[in-house]
Structure formats: C-alpha cells, structure tokens
C-alpha cells in the first residue's frame, strides 16, 4: 500500500507564486509515474503535470511555461513549483502516485486572488 500526501497549498495573489509537495510512503516502486491533478468548483478533475521515475515531464498547455514539476526519488517526493499563478489557477490539487495500482492523496487547496 501506498500513502500520498500532499502540502504546500494556500492563498496567494495573482501573479505569485507556491510549490507543492506530494511524498510518498509506503511500497513504493522503483519504476512510477506521479501526477498532479487539479479540481476547481463546479469541474471535472484535469491532469496538470506528469513525471514518470526516469524523469520525463509531461504538461497540460494551460501551464506550461509556469509550473514545473520536478522530484527527488530519494524522498519518495515530488514537487510542483507554480509560478505567474493566475486566479484560474485556484483549485484543490491533488497527487496521484502509480505504480501497480493508483494511489491518490487528500488534496490541498489553492486560491489564487485577483
């Protein structure tokens, strides 16, 4: 089994800046994709941001050239740097770890003021 946790969400205005983190316990797999995902009121749940174990990065259009996704295999973490943040961008985010079988994480929230 494993464990997701994600933090790093909070309140910031438009144009600033957050990093979140998702770290991982638990069996992991030396071989994984983590992805983060985001969920604003009212809509379906959309992929943000992908890393696969060996490092390749994946990236829906709407935030390429602002976030990048990056981890640190030997903290098991994974971190999503959001940079120009856009009131669109408020959402809760969430972090799915793969590896056999999804893992998802509870979710943390961020909120984008104009």
């Known amino acids: 089994q494993v464990r997701v946790v994600e933090s790093g969400g909070g309140l910031v205005q438009a144009g600033g800046s957050l990093r979140l983190s998702c770290a991982a316990s638990?069996?992991?797999?030396?071989?994984?994709?983590v992805g983060w995902y985001r969920q604003a009121p009212g809509k379906q749940r959309e992929l943000v941001a992908t890393i696969i174990s060996g490092g390749r990065t994946n990236y829906v259009d709407s935030v390429k050239g602002r976030f990048t996704i990056s981890r640190d295999n030997a903290r098991n973490t994974v971190y999503l740097q959001m940079n120009s943040l856009k009131p669109e961008d408020t959402a809760v985010y969430y972090c799915?770890?793969?590896?056999?079988?999804?893992?998802w994480g509870q979710g943390t929230q961020v909120t984008v003021s104009s």
């Open positions: 799915k770890y793969t590896a056999n079988y999804d893992s």
């Open positions: 638990g069996s992991i797999s030396s071989f994984n994709v």
